[in-house]
């Protein structure tokens, strides 16, 4: 018998053989690394010292808004139009991507992953593949299972997400081969097979978490006559063919939204010292988790909540709900679910969000609220005056349609956008092992050095015009 440090240093073997569609996939992919690869090359040779953009000192201390300083290939974010998956806009996936089944309208998330890793639009057969692929994969080791419903019940189910995530960590193919000393060119497919193993079980896991925080702690066996999103809402506990719907079309709208964000920019950063896609992942999550990302659709319910009990009643005017948001305003709280960080306009993740509940409960009276102060706020926050973008983002529609359907424990809702945060963040993951990016590492400065760097410049600062904007 092999002593556990022999095991330890054991070539690692892939977890399966992709026989289920993942190989199809890897074979595309592996295709894709080159031809990018050389893409690369050929552009930091010919343009690498090529100046694409300034920093000005208040970039620095804000946020880092604006500065371009990160390639990230799976999506693109425009201030006017919203996001494109490889190109694609949100009204373009629904159309384009295969559904599960003819009657199907919204697109399925293994197609989207199938778009994020190579930039081509797959074939139903080919979807079908992956989700084969997650089915033979989606068995979470028992102990883990033991120790997620082991967690306190008050324990937050983000941070219950995380943790678990980290559970899964000891099965990283990716960590078992850095230590056995694999050649970086290899990297990529150990990040590869650890993603598909992770995008597989993260269903299950964040079931668990749901049953058992808020249900009986029972869980539905895994039907492997589903996809990916209906696998999981039955997991969840629903069996509304609608509800699946919902799920896809949700799973796939917040899978990804370019590189610059909390939860990918995290993901990213922790990767970028070679840390595995589990624990990458995790820390991707810790930044989902904040209430002004992620978060924010869990907040929104809670204010709903709250303005709800201060109208009048169903009949409220619009005079009544704008009194309720100067409110929640002057006690100098943010309005949970508007503004964002880039996008200018109303984000497209919400229109369509917005017309599935027009389609399927146009009369729910929570949908009703959200319209109305999709009417009101915008004028509310330009009159306010602090914020650059008045408009909805994703987070405003989530979660009434979720409660239309009966998942109503909004402290859950991050856990969903979570799982398909991780559709986008993982695919980038494996590109950059891929493209062999390194460890990120920008320059920070002191107020001390900025003091310095402006007194001994006086006469020659250079000052950007509307960069931060940009
Ligand atoms: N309500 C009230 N004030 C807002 C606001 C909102 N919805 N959005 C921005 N502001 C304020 C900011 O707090 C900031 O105020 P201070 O100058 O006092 O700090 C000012 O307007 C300028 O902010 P900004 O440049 O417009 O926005 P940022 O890029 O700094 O922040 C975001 C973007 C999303 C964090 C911010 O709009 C916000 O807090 N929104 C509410 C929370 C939310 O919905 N987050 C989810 C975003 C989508 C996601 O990641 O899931």
Redesign the pocket.
Known sequence: MLSRSAMLHRAPAFTRSFANGGDALKAKLKDVIVREGEKVKKIRKDYGNVIIGDVTIDMAY??M?GIKGLVYETSLLDSEEGIRFRGLSIPECQERLPKWHDKGEEPLPEGLLWLLLTGEVPTSEQVKGITREFHERGNVPEQVEAIIRSFPKDMHPMTQFSAAILLLQPQSKFAAAYREGVNKSKYWEYAFDDSLTLLAQLPRVAALIYRNVFKDGNITASSTHLDWSGNFSQMLGFNDRKFHELMRLYLTIHAD?EGG??SAHATHLVGSALSDPFLSLSGGMNGLAG????L??Q??LRFLKKIQAQLPGPQYTKEDLTKTLWNH?NGG??????????LRKT?PRYTCQREFALKHMPHDPNFKLVSDLYEVTPKV?TE?G?????FP????HSGVLLQHYGLVEEDYYTVL?GVSRAVGVLSQLVLSRALGLPIERPKSVTTEWVEKYIASNKDKLRVAKGAAEE
Do not use: M
């Open positions: 804000g946020g808004r939204h964000n909390v209430p002004l990302h992620g924010a659709n907040e929104v305003l709280q943010v309005i949970p679910g508007y503004g964002h960080a880039v984000d926050l306010h602090k914020t650059k973008n008045p983002n994703v987070d405003a956008f």
